[in-house]
T-cell receptor
Framework: SQTIHQWPATLVQPVGSPLSLECTVEGTSNPNLYWYRQAAGRGLQLLFY??????ISSEVPQNLSASRPQDRQFILSSKKLLLSDSGFYLC?????????????FGAGSRLTVL | GDSVTQMEGPVTLSEEAFLTINCTYTATGYPSLFWYVQYPGEGLQLLLKATKADDKGSNKGFEATYRKETTSFHLEKGSVQVSDSAVYFC??????????????FGKGTLLTVNP
């Protein structure tokens, strides 16, 4: 069966420090991968999605970047964190061209920038 | 562009009460519609979906009917339980082409069920 792992689950970082959040998927090949951010009172915002290795689409201009070095690995990064980067980050995957595009989410990574 | 509007809440109900969470959408094509649920401290889980007009999605006693004429996908449950306390997200995905890759979510509705 397919599973998705995200880590770390919780992170507290000072302003200006770097960030790396990792997401891996097991049990499927060539998934579509996504990073969403959930900020307090603002719902879910799509940050990046990827349809293959090295292929990254950015949805909003921001202080973050994403990379997909392997088929089932998706990394969210920042060189210098801002206070506004605080939030709950969710990785998700879906089967390409599956019609309804059902997303399966990881458990999330809670980032607090101080 | 596509958008989803859902009642913001919070919604507070007593156990066994009837639940409705309204959701309307704007889309250029023929989207698939979803309800996701997020329990405290967890990621999102798919609750139910509908892929075409008049389809009814159902799961765990929850139901939602895809109404193209009113562009709505309201979530209902006849008798809520304390364990249903969570945040509920309505979402859509456009069918076909490059836009099939993304879901657009509403802002979420916090439901609290008291015993």
């Amino acid at each position: 069966s397919q599973t998705i792992h995200q880590w770390p689950a919780t992170l507290v970082q000072p302003v200006g420090s770097p960030l790396s959040l990792e997401c891996t998927v097991e049990g499927t090949s060539n998934p579509n991968l996504y990073w969403y951010r959930q900020a307090a009172g603002r719902g879910l915002q799509l940050l990046f999605y990827s349809v293959g290795i090295g292929q990254i689409s950015s949805e909003v201009p921001q202080n973050l970047s994403a990379s997909r070095p392997q088929d089932r690995q998706f990394i969210l990064s920042s060189k210098k964190l801002l206070l506004s980067d605080s939030g709950f980050y969710l990785c998700a995957w879906s089967v390409p061209a599956s019609g309804a595009n059902v997303l399966t989410f990881g458990a999330g990574s809670r980032l607090t920038v101080l | 562009g596509d958008s989803v509007t859902q009642m913001e809440g919070p919604v507070t109900l007593s156990e066994e009460a009837f639940l409705t969470i309204n959701c309307t959408y704007t889309a250029t094509g023929y989207p698939s519609l979803f309800w996701y649920v997020q329990y405290p401290g967890e990621g999102l889980q798919l609750l139910l979906k509908a892929t075409k007009a008049d389809d009814k999605g159902s799961n765990k006693g929850f139901e939602a009917t895809y109404r193209k004429e009113t562009t709505s996908f309201h979530l209902e449950k006849g008798s809520v339980q304390v364990s249903d306390s969570a945040v509920y997200f309505c979402a859509l995905s456009e069918s076909g082409g490059g836009s099939n890759y993304k879901l657009t979510f509403g802002k979420g509705t916090l439901l609290t069920v008291n015993p």
